[in-house]
Structure formats: structure tokens, C-alpha cells
DNA sequence: GCCAACGTTGGC
DNA sequence: GCCAACGTTGGC
């Protein structure tokens, strides 16, 4: 069992966007980064544990906790011409990007950036690093474990 | 809106 | 294969 940190933006899909989907499940659309592909594609397992993150927004910090549902298959918005995520370059017989699908289990309080930077538990979480953008990060079992408890889930 | 950091592209 | 230019991310 792997751990994960995912990004979205509440603007796009929030966690109550996707708490309010059938089975709290949401495809996790747009992921255009080969390396964050490749932890999907190669990594994850259903049933790993998610820490869904709100990015790009007034309170950036993580708001849920909720699982991969299934294995990684092709997103279907890179074939989509009317989609911001539409690549002309990846053709159906070779698709280029891959999404999972996300089951929110449990809305949690906004653990927030600023919070999670203050804590010495948390020094080396991935996604506090400089520079780091990207929008899918492995989360250590320590770190797993800390979070969830600072959030009482 | 700004800008640092990073990834991708494309000329050579 | 190098690397400058460009585009994107994402916090502030």
C-alpha cells in the first residue's frame, strides 16, 4: 500500500465537488506531467491512500482523505477538442495520458500550507519542497501517518 | 498580478 | 546532446 499526495483546484474539482459525485468517485482529469503520469501508471494501486490538496487557491492545504479506485486508464479529456486538457498530439491507438479514479472517503479540516510548513514532523513532505509543482506526489508512511492524525481522521 | 522554479520545445 | 526561449504552476 502506497500513499499519495494529489493537487486539484477547488475552482475545477473541489473535494465537495467530488464528495458530491456518484460514490464520491471523480476521474482525475488533466494530469499533463509525465512524471506524475508515471507514479499513476507505474505506482499506484487500487485502495492506496490520497491526500487530496486543494492548489491554486485562497487556502492551499489538504482538505480530504480518499483512496485510488481504480488502475490507471486513458483520460478521455486529451481527445477532446473542446477540452483545456485536449493534446492534438496523442492519438487513441497510443494515448499519451492516463488518469485514476479517486474515491473521496472523508472530508477532513483544511490543513493548510502554512501549517504543514511549521511542522518539523513534516520537513521533508514532498510537497513542501521549493520549486516543487508537481501535481502528484508520493507521501512517506510517516508522513501518512502524522497528517492523519493532525487532521483526526 | 507578480515572479521563482521548473518542464518542454526546437534550433543547431 | 546542448541550451535558450518559452509556457506553466502555484504561492503570495
Known amino acids: 500500500m502506497n500513499y499519495w499526495l494529489m493537487k486539484s483546484e477547488p475552482d475545477e474539482v473541489s473535494v465537495d465537488d467530488a464528495l458530491a459525485a456518484p460514490d464520491a468517485t471523480v476521474p482525475w482529469t488533466g494530469v499533463r506531467n509525465y512524471q506524475a503520469r508515471n507514479f499513476m501508471r507505474d ?65 477532513t479540516r483544511n490543513l493548510t500550507l502554512p501549517e504543514m510548513r511549521e511542522d518539523p514532523a513534516l520537513e521533508d513532505l514532498l510537497v513542501l519542497k521549493k520549486g516543487n509543482r508537481l501535481s502528484i506526489t508520493p507521501v512517506e508512511p510517516r508522513h501518512w501517518k502524522h497528517i492523519l492524525k493532525k487532521l483526526g481522521a
Not at 486508464?73 to 473542446?82: I, S, V
Open 43 to 107: 505506482a499506484m494501486r487500487v485502495g492506496d491512500g490520497v491526500l487530496f490538496y486543494h492548489s491554486s487557491c485562497a487556502e492551499p492545504g489538504v482538505v480530504g482523505v480518499a483512496r485510488v479506485a481504480s488502475t490507471a486508464y486513458p483520460d478521455p479529456t486529451q481527445f477532446d477538442r473542446k477540452s483545456p486538457y485536449h493534446d492534438p498530439a496523442s492519438k487513441p491507438e497510443a494515448p499519451r495520458w492516463l488518469l485514476v479514479d479517486v474515491q473521496v472517503l472523508k472530508k
